[in-house]
């Protein structure tokens, strides 16, 4: 036998393991293949589950937490602390260190959020959670605005029109004679911009984490997405060993990458050191939704020169915004001798397959203050949103036919043309479409950093009039995931994802004045109810591809899909997100 780490044990000799181990054919598949039921399911139904909200430890003590309004706030006063510790309940008032994501440049592949030279941040803790939050709202405390607390949308608008109209950006990719091509024809150009604000991940269980620290070692709970960057930054935050950190998993309760980042655990740990008890800290749905790791703001602007036929002879693409990579991992960034470029950015841009003879991207970095993260699908959302549109409305100049547009561009990539076929023939595109019915299509291959996996994706997105609106009747979605391990979870997440990405599209947009987040709650931050949900349709290719990735593959399609379908019904082209409500207006 052979321990964990390597190192025989017993007395029987074993043989070098196999740097190649044969695999199963596929006649050999038990579970591979067939659809296995989720396991957490009944948890969830009978209310079994365990979230972090739901966590209680012995001793423990709840927090409620109000931080600066403003990204480079800083606490000033309190003013009645000493009327707050008479409350019922009340056991302390505790001002919680600022934090910052740090770049990962120092080794770790994890966020690590060291506090910084200030406090922005202030918690009550009590007994129970409502004596704690009541007691917050009474409590008289001061924040100033910090370096930026002049931080507004229109100034963030401001700097990304900028960087679109700059002389310059950083090259990603440069093919053939583009700029000189432009410039020689510079009567025939078609311009078009796009862009996309800042968006929160907005979990349904707000972010919350209980922590016990005790002589130099910490126990923690709660939904926390990344066990790991969770060790790390907490051992960097209280000054003890990773291995003196456990961490305690509970269900997620919605993350999309925002639950990577444990700013909300180290916040737990700063209370329960300052009370010597064990703190379960829970943010408001307020909080929780001003004090996000955003996604990342984009605009685009794409010039094209069409030869003869129709098609794109020359393409000039740039992507500005708040660089994600540049937030918060530098070392992932593409170096040049111009500068430096951020491959999320011009994600399915870059590195599609369509036929371009002459093709130059850039993009340009608008440093913000703003505290960003991942979040489903990365970059890919705004950067196919741009692209997927401007080609439809190339193929519209052309007076060619959506799908046969995109079919000729993709005529060299046959793994791309199979889901696009598919797509087409599943919806019936190339039938008249029924009365009151418009159509769009859309297509992207998402591929996995540094080339580990690529995904095709193919949507229809249809519309029906109805009454005097426009509704999404359905969603057909192809996809060639590779091998397909679990095809009930390949199916959970084309709808789960075709959902999110229709939230993004119709109604997510964090807007910013006096240095913060002007969103607060699901009333001015909505998301895409359940009778808003489209019938989808998803048609799965079989592969001899090893599996794929598949997470966040489906979400990019869905806006330029749904804003080409808009255009059909409305004559109407749609160039920022979210798409305005009048949009769905039929024409009579």
Known sequence: MRAANGSRTGNLPLAPLSATPPLKQRSQFRLIGKPVARLDTPAK??????FGIDVVVPGMLNAAIKSARAFSGQLTA???EADILKMPGVRAVVKLAALAIANEDAGSQHPRLPHLPRHNAVCVVADRFWQAKRALDALDVVFDGGADGDLSTAKIDAMLDAGLSAEHGVTALARGQPREIL???ASEVIER??????????PLEPVNATASYKDGAVEVW?????????QEAVAHAAGCSPDDVKVNVTFLGGSFGRKIVPDYVLQAVQASKAVG????????????????????NAGGRFRAVLDDRGYPLAVHARVAGQSLFGAVRKSWLDQTPEGAWDESMVDGIYNQSYRLPHFLVETVDTPLPIPVYFMRSVGSTAAVFFWESFISELAQRANVDQYTYRRNLLADDPLALRVLDAAAQASGWTAPAPPNTFRGIAYNCYIGRGGRFKTYVAEVVELARVGGRLAIKRVFCAVDPGLVVNPNTLHAQIEGGIGFALTNTLKSRITFSNGGAEQSNFFDYPLLRMDEMPEIVPIVLDSERPPQGFGEVVLAPVAPALAQALFSATGRRLDVMPFPEDAFRANA
């Open 277 to 296: 008890r064990p703190i379960k800290l829970i943010r408001s749905r307020e909080e929780d939704m001003q004090h996000d790791v955003y996604r990342p």
């Open 78 to 80: 309190i003013n009645n």
């Open 222 to 230: 709660g939904p926390i997405q990344s066990v790991t960057a969770c």
């Open 183 to 185: 410039e020689r024809r």
């Open 193 to 202: 911009r796009f862009v996309l604000p800042h968006i929160a991940h907005a």
């Open 45 to 50: 139904c009978n209310g079994s589950a365990i």
